[in-house]
């Protein structure tokens, strides 16, 4: 074929494509405009101009989409066009053959190039090819620069959902584009867009498949892995971490220049810093500030146009100082939260410069004055209150500040956070703060208004309205509770609710009420405490938990969009439609597991049926100190309540434990005087009498014919053993373990355990000092062997959880000589010393749920401790034992401090051998304690400690 007939049939096949060519490049022009203009206002934070571009993006997109079709129609005409020119080549190679060539034919084919040529058969294939070829060539073209606008364009549209806090509209969004090949920014959308909007499995799905094309994405896809399936425990924390920050390490933010994945970056870097708050290990410490460093770098090297490093170092540094402040180390909080209002300062006058620029090209978008700002502003200020009442002051200017710049940012829902967190100071907001939760859908903000209510109409002497304002808010609270659980945030409000009304009911008189109320408080916090919980049925009810509140969390951010947003994809029916399937989940985990729904779900209270389970000869002393400085003491028996009250503000309650355990909890321990010697020692001894003075003298009458008493311990009262506690007479002090057995619930539903447990037998499962830093230990479970012939006992490097969780499903007894760490702060990270290396040597609650111990009669932890908690306290003390009681077994003996090597050893050979004669568990315990007064252990340091929870019988 000529040059001029190739020429002129590429050119013909190219002619088609040339107009929607230009009209391309036109649209990706417009594309790359709206692109930067919401990712800008997404920086910034203006949620109203975001919301003014999505039609636009929308638009840009059925336009793209058209588009596409359209080539897709031409690109089909063209190839037929080649294919008919091709069957038209063959027709006159075949004429050819014969000398009979049809020149109609030939000039059709060559229509338009003037010139008849003899090499006819040639003629139709190649123009076949060259047509095809130059419209494969053409198209695609068109076709890659189209997809990629339209990629762009797709992810910035569900990015923009998201930021303006509908993370499951952004969902909607991508399924809607469908895209089989989605692009980075898209992939990490959905990705984050599944995470924000409760969906865990599927974005760890999502974080597994997408194939991050750097170090920056890479680190967004682990930590999304973290954050959607968590692993419990420091190890897990610290070797995901370790990788988290090689990852950082290698980004060269030369050549990250996307705002949208830096944002993303900044919330994993935030996720990791509110994480290392439950550690106080100092290595998570140094990574912490070696991550915050290198934000900083990022940071002062960054693009003058990108903003999302600058914005986020302020952030990420006021996160640092809120974990900080919660692991109570105030000079560090500080430190971070200047440097946080000092990037603030400087970031501020940077945009002040350029806001001209950015108002001519992207008009009506906010710069200098930018929301974000005033976010940061109102944080600082909130951390500055925190930091003013870890102090001792009054909070309440930074509490003012923080409320006008919330504000001033037109932020409703950062506004309720705030009223939330301090009732206190936002009585007189309490209007606003209802009108606020009404309007924006914020359960929580609406049940705290109504409790503050209450508790205003309390102090108004108006009983009787504060009651009937509870009521409901408390059936709400249950309601809530079992189908959202109990977040963290949450349990100080749920808290407040219970006790008011309990206090209510107590001055009422009405004690049966009252102790049903403190019950449901108890269960309350004990679901709480699993919200971490691993095991699979506790987990499936969980997720749906997580995604349900997900979902509350995005209806009410629907309530804050400007009246020009789009509708979003509505989520409305996925809460009805998840309902129904956690009920589902719910009922099939009550019939299947009623040991995990016990401790999940809080019902209405049937006191009288409790009640019905005290045995004759006990009674049970609740304890609530209320905070008008009343401590109430509930006292019931199989036939009667009585309610004492005993006027000591909780401040003193307090004071007063603490000093208690400064005495006894040190070894060796100092010296007690029970003479009116004027001593130290017999200033030691004022502290037992007082406590048993008003702790126990008030319901002297109720206890004095009862064998055994039954604890229910509130707040810091935890960490008291009664057994400890003295009064004075003729002879000396006589400790209340000298006249009664005890046991320690954690509430008083935990009633319910007492059923008939029998044993499978009577072996005993015995692992001891597998650290090797408890010698006695060892000999203390060789001891037991002489006791229960058929014991097992692993000992040293042999007490692994394998070995345990391997041994111990045939233990009628199982005791454990080893440490055993309660943590205050969070329960779930409590754990106890087993054989190997870190974590894979500790023993969390959420592990012991899956043990099999419905066949074990007792599980002993002999060298637990535990320091006094301020969050939630007394909630570890329970932690572990109710961990056991999940597991089957039905009662735990354990210790509140740590305890001397040999004497230990000497109790328990004591309290085996009482065991073993046919004692109960109570009188046991109490024997053993009582052997120990007549040693050279008869400080209370040495037995006190121990104490049974659970099932005394």
Not at 132 to 153: C, Y
Not at 493 to 518: I, P, V
Not at 693 to 714: D, N, R
Not at 933 to 938: D, I, P, S, V
Request: net charge neutral; with cysteine; hydrophobic share 40%.
């Amino acid at each position: 074929m000529s040059l001029r007939c190739r020429l002129v049939i590429i050119s013909l096949s190219l002619l088609a494509l040339s107009g929607s060519v230009l009209a391309e490049t036109a649209e990706e022009e417009r594309a790359r405009y709206l692109m930067r203009a919401s990712s800008l206002a997404q920086q910034l934070g203006d949620k109203a101009y975001t919301v003014k571009r999505l039609p636009d993006l929308n638009t840009v997109l059925r336009s793209i989409d058209a588009r596409i079709l359209e080539i897709n129609r031409k690109a089909e005409i063209v190839s037929k066009k080649g294919q008919d020119m091709e069957a038209l080549g063959d027709k006159l190679a075949r004429q050819s053959e014969t000398g009979m060539i049809n020149f109609s034919d030939l000039n059709e084919l060559l229509k338009g190039t003037g010139e008849i040529t003899r090499e006819a058969s040639e003629i139709g294939a190649e123009g076949a090819k060259i047509g095809e070829a130059g419209a494969r060539l053409g198209t695609e073209a068109a076709l890659r620069g189209l997809q990629s606008s339209r990629l762009g364009i797709a992810g910035t549209e569900v990015v923009s959902y998201s930021a303006v806090g509908l993370p499951s509209s952004a969902l909607a969004q991508y399924q809607l584009r469908n895209t089989e090949t989605p692009g980075a920014t898209l992939s990490l959308a959905r990705m984050r867009a599944a995470y924000d909007s409760g969906q865990n499995e599927l974005a760890y799905r999502y974080a597994t498949e997408l194939s991050a094309e750097n170090a920056l994405q890479e680190y967004i896809a682990l930590t999304t892995r973290f954050q959607a399936l968590p692993r419990t425990g420091l190890a897990a924390h610290l070797s995901a971490r370790r990788k988290a920050l090689a990852l950082l390490q290698r980004i060269d933010p030369a050549s990250q220049s996307d705002p949208q994945h830096w944002a993303w970056a900044r919330e994993c870097q935030d996720f990791w810093l509110r994480e290392s708050a439950r550690f106080e290990e100092l290595e998570v410490q140094d990574l912490a500030d070696e991550e915050m460093e290198l934000w900083n770098g990022w940071s002062s090297s960054g693009n003058s146009q990108n903003f999302e490093l600058d914005f986020a170092l302020p952030e990420l540094e006021l996160v640092r100082s809120e974990a900080l402040l919660g692991s109570g180390d105030t000079s560090g909080a500080t430190s971070w939260l200047g440097r946080a209002e000092q990037h603030v300062v400087e970031l501020r006058r940077r945009l002040t410069a350029l806001s001209s620029q950015f108002q001519e090209e992207f008009p009506g978008l906010r710069v200098s004055d930018s929301p974000r700002f005033s976010l940061l502003e109102g944080e600082a200020a909130r951390r500055k209150g925190q930091l003013s009442q870890a102090a001792g002051s009054s909070p309440e200017s930074s509490f003012q500040t923080a409320l006008a710049k919330f504000q001033a940012a037109d932020a409703p829902l950062r506004e309720i956070e705030l009223l939330i967190d301090w009732p206190e100071l936002s009585s007189q907001n309490n209007e606003r703060l209802s009108r606020l939760s009404s309007t924006h859908q914020h359960q929580l903000g609406a049940l705290v208004a109504q409790i503050n209510k209450a508790s205003q109409q309390q102090a108004a002497g108006q009983s009787e309205l504060a009651v009937n304002t509870l009521r409901p808010v408390v059936q709400k609270i249950r309601e809530r509770a079992v189908q959202f659980g109990v977040a963290p945030q949450e349990q100080h409000h749920y808290s407040r609710a219970f006790s008011l009304l309990a206090r209510l009911e107590a001055q009422k008189g009405d004690a049966k009420e009252a102790m049903a109320t403190l019950t449901e408080q108890k269960k309350l916090q004990t679901s709480s405490q699993l919200q971490t919980g691993e095991a699979a049925p506790l987990r499936a009810v969980q997720q749906q938990q997580v995604r349900l509140r997900a979902l509350e969390q995005e209806q009410a951010a629907e309530t804050t969009l400007p009246t020009t947003a789009p509708p979003p994809a509505n989520s409305g029916s996925l809460i009805a439609s998840n309902k129904q399937e956690f009920v589902t989940k719910a009922r099939e985990l009550r019939e299947t597991h009623p040991e995990y729904a016990t401790m999940l779900f809080v019902d209405p209270v049937e006191f009288s049926k409790l009640q019905a389970r005290i045995p004759a000869d006990t009674v049970v002393l609740q304890y609530f100190p209320a905070e008008d400085g009343t401590l109430y003491i509930f006292a019931v028996t199989p036939t009667d309540y009585a309610i004492r009250t005993v006027s000591v503000e909780s401040k003193e309650l307090s004071r007063l434990v603490r000093r208690y355990r400064s005495i006894v909890g040190r070894f060796p321990p100092p010296p007690i005087s029970w003479n009116d010697d004027g001593s130290r020692g017999h200033e030691y001894a004022k502290i037992f009498y007082r406590l048993h003075e008003l702790l126990l003298e008030p319901v002297e009458k109720e206890i004095a014919s009862a064998k055994t008493v039954a604890i229910v311990p509130t707040g810091h009262l935890h960490y008291l053993p009664f057994a400890g506690l003295a009064r004075k007479t003729e002879t000396g002090p006589e400790f209340l373990i000298q006249r009664k057995r005890l046991v320690v619930l954690s509430k008083a539903s935990d009633l319910a355990l007492l059923q008939a447990h029998n044993s499978n037998s009577g072996q005993l499962i015995a692992l001891g000092n597998p650290d090797g830093s408890l010698p006695g230990a060892a000999q203390e479970v060789e001891e037991l062997k002489k006791v229960f012939p058929k014991s097992k006992v692993l000992l040293g490097a042999e007490a692994t959880k394998a070995r345990l969780k391997s041994e111990s499903s045939g233990a009628g007894y199982l005791h454990l000589a080893t440490h055993g760490t309660l943590n205050n702060r969070d329960p779930n990270a409590s754990f106890i010393t087993l054989a190997g290396s870190k974590e894979s040597g500790r023993l969390h609650p959420p592990e012991i749920f899956d043990l099999k111990l419905s066949g074990t009669r007792l599980v002993t932890m002999s060298a637990c401790s535990t320091a006094l908690g301020n969050s939630n306290p007394g909630a570890e003390v329970t932690s572990l034992a109710e961990a056991f009681w999940v597991a089957g077994a039905p009662s735990v003996v354990a210790t509140l401090w740590k305890v001397e090597d040999e004497s230990t050893r000497e109790l328990m050979a004591q309290f085996y051998g009482e065991l073993k004669n046919g004692s109960s568990l109570a009188a046991s315990l109490q024997k053993a304690q009582i052997h120990q007064l007549g040693t050279e252990y008869a400080h209370p340091a040495y037995w006190a400690p121990f104490i049974l929870l659970g099932d005394w019988r």
